[in-house]
């Protein structure tokens, strides 16, 4: 018997209890079909695949968020990248990446399956809201470590996230973090034709923008942008699209060196170097004092390795670029330092070709995932 006839099984023999178990409750444009345990459901944001809602989970007495993925095998590209995260969220145990409790689906045979949900830890407000509030060093440093340390977790399970952004990136008042998805996959498009949903590139790093090959602390890049807009108040680099991110990064940061441009494929190179030039300005003049709490000798310093840890992360060549390692030790981050967070044991990713394979609803059919997972 494989996989997919035990799944089967499984499935029919739940049929009847699980007809009793959903209710059906509409939320904005979209209606939720949940289990009853799941009350009170709230929206509390959407982004590329769906509406995310606050609820009220009756069996573990706390509260939860819900995601609906809507018809997540609706095209390749869905697919896979509902597949992945739903397999990574499984696999990944760390306090700074966002917790799986629940997966289900509420139809009632093979032929009708349509939506997923996933039921995760339920956290206050996604960083955007943060980024409006004046932050002092201690809750500043205390954020960009604990995204560190998430970010160093899943490069030790060989996740590079390369797609960081405050929008999935969710916080408590209580000052703890989470990041809530898993990036671009390894053999993602990056480009064009992707999905007619807006994506922020905001914090996409120079070698990801210009195509070029990559390693882990790409993911710096994006945490330095999310510093500086956490400090200015205002996204650091607001390209209107690929092109002009690349101009918003030259403009501030200068045009970089020939060295650099040298790692270019020949027609990235070509316009690279067709851009006007750029002197651009010291970190001096792009995060002033008056950005910065300096109302003591204290916050002074702080102030100055706070300017030092952006210029080490603002760097358009990677190879010249702080590693996460290193920022975890930089002065205004390492004070928070705990090794159980920094150096966790690394999760074991079973599905090596997760990012290669191409997930359709014949896969989605056949992981038993689906079912089996419940706190
Ligand atoms: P996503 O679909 O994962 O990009 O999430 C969209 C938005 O929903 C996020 O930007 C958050 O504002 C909110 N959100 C998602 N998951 C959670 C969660 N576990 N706790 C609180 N808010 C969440």
Redesign the pocket.
């Known amino acids: 018997m494989n996989d997919q006839t035990s799944f089967y099984q499984d499935f029919t023999m739940n049929k009847n209890k699980k007809e009793k178990e959903f209710y059906s409750v509409d939320v904005g444009d979209s209606t939720f079909t949940v289990l009853k345990r799941y009350q009170n459901l709230r929206p509390?944001?959407?982004?590329?695949?769906?509406i995310?809602c606050?609820a009220y989970d009756q069996h573990l007495d706390r509260h939860v968020?819900i995601?609906k993925l809507s018809r997540p095998f609706q095209n390749q590209t869905h697919a896979k990248r509902a597949y992945r995260e739903l397999v990574l969220m499984k696999c990944v145990n760390h306090k700074n990446i966002?917790g799986l409790l629940n997966v289900f689906t509420p139809q009632k045979s093979l032929e009708d399956f349509q939506d997923v949900y996933l039921v995760?830890?339920?956290?206050?407000?996604?960083l955007?809201q943060v980024i409006q509030m004046e932050l002092d060093h201690e809750r500043l440093s205390y954020l960009l470590y604990q995204m560190l340390c998430g970010i160093k977790h899943l490069h030790a399970a060989g996740i590079i996230h390369r797609d960081l952004k405050p929008?999935?990136i969710?916080v408590k008042s209580d000052c703890t973090l989470?990041i809530?998805?898993f990036g671009l996959a390894r053999t993602a498009a990056t480009g064009l034709l992707m999905t007619p949903y807006v994506v922020t590139r905001y914090y996409r790093a120079p070698e990801v923008i210009l195509g070029m090959g990559y390693q882990a602390n790409v993911d710096v890049w994006s945490v330095g942008c999310i510093m500086a807009e956490m400090v200015r108040g205002s996204v650091l680099f607001p390209g209107s699209d690929h092109i002009d991110q690349w101009n918003k990064v030259i403009e501030q940061l200068g045009t970089p060196s020939q060295e650099f441009l040298m790692k270019l494929n020949q027609s990235v190179r070509t316009y690279v170097e067709n851009r006007p030039r750029y002197a651009g300005y010291s970190f001096e003049k792009l995060f002033p004092d008056v950005l910065f709490p300096a109302d003591s000798e204290h916050n002074k310093l702080k102030a100055s390795q706070a300017r030092d840890l952006l210029s080490r992360m603002l760097v358009i060549d990677a190879s010249k670029r702080i590693l996460v390692e290193e920022a975890l030790q930089h002065p205004y981050i390492n004070v928070w330092y705990d090794p159980a967070e920094v150096e966790a044991p690394p999760p074991v990713i079973v599905d090596k070709q997760l990012d290669e394979r191409e997930h359709t609803v014949e896969q989605w059919r056949g992981s038993s995932s689906l079912y089996s997972y419940e706190t």
């Open positions: 509390i944001g959407s982004g590329a695949q769906g995310v606050s968020a995601k966002i995760m830890e339920l956290m206050d407000a996604n955007c929008s999935n969710v989470k809530l998805d």
